[in-house]
């Protein structure tokens, strides 16, 4: 009797350790929304005449966000255009007085030269006007109308309206679990009582130590694989919103 009730208990502790085995947890990965920005520099030394967005506006690319003063770029501009008309002149008198082949070669090398000078002041006056790359938000205006920049200094962030993207840190032992162009579940704190569709954009060739934000110590010795992961939704999810990712 005292054997067969060994045997019974044995027998129940086998079930309930496979029925716990039976029941995996899974894998939840944490992430910040992260929207693409853009910042746009200056092409040109000058003034900012005039700023045509305001910060949070939507914009269309090639929308004009701003201008600097062309007073100096239209003057060189003149100066070039009266310099190819010299020239055109140079060169009809040349015809008509008989002037030698080489004479009108050289003549026509100067057109040539004039002809470049104007269309690279057109050019740089074009530069005075700051237009939009791509469609998107005007994030943040770095620059005020007066200002005066350079080349190079930056005038405005724009957020594209290119696809959100999370970055997730999976362990190197979790690592086979994903896949290029998987699919994986969000769903955000804001939005608790929904979840959207993202994809594993790229997994990274090479670990790293766990950042900051796995917060216990034995995480922060674990390497792990950052995983990008493009968020689908770019209407109810914001960039900054915190995120958890499920396969």
């Known amino acids: 009797m005292k054997k067969r009730m060994t045997m019974l208990v044995g027998c129940l502790l086998i079930l309930f350790v496979s029925g716990g085995c039976s029941n995996k947890e899974e894998e939840v990965y944490f992430g910040t929304i992260e929207g693409k920005k853009q910042t ?3 092409q040109l030394e000058g003034e900012v005449d005039s700023i045509e967005t305001e910060e949070q506006q939507e914009i269309k690319a090639n929308d004009l966000l701003c201008s600097l003063k062309d007073d100096y770029y239209e003057l060189q501009r003149k100066e ?3 310099a190819l008309s010299n020239v055109e002149v140079k060169k ?5 007085q008989g002037a030698t082949d080489n004479q009108l070669k050289m003549i026509e090398g100067e057109l040539n030269q004039a002809n470049a000078l104007l269309e690279q002041v057109e050019y740089t006056k074009s530069q005075t006007k700051i237009n939009a790359p791509k469609s998107g938000i005007v994030s943040e205006w770095l620059v005020s109308e007066g ?3 350079i080349v190079g200094t930056p005038l405005v962030n724009i957020l594209t309206d290119e696809p959100y993207e999370l970055t997730i840190f ?13 699919s994986v579940t969000i769903t955000s704190v804001a939005h608790s009582d929904k979840s959207f569709e993202g994809f594993v954009k790229q997994i990274a060739d090479e670990a790293v130590f766990s950042p900051q934000n796995n917060e216990t110590l034995d995480d922060q010795a674990e390497k792990v694989f950052p995983i990008q992961i493009r968020v689908e939704d770019n209407n109810q999810l914001k ?6 990712v499920e396969l």
């Open 40 to 42: 746009i520099y200056s």
């Open 80 to 82: 070039a255009e009266a």
């Open 92 to 96: 009809k008198e040349a015809e008509e």
């Open 147 to 149: 200002d005066f920049v």
């Open 170 to 182: 999976v362990p190197q032992k979790k690592l086979s679990d994903f896949s290029l162009n998987q």
């Open 239 to 244: 960039p900054g919103m915190d995120v958890s």
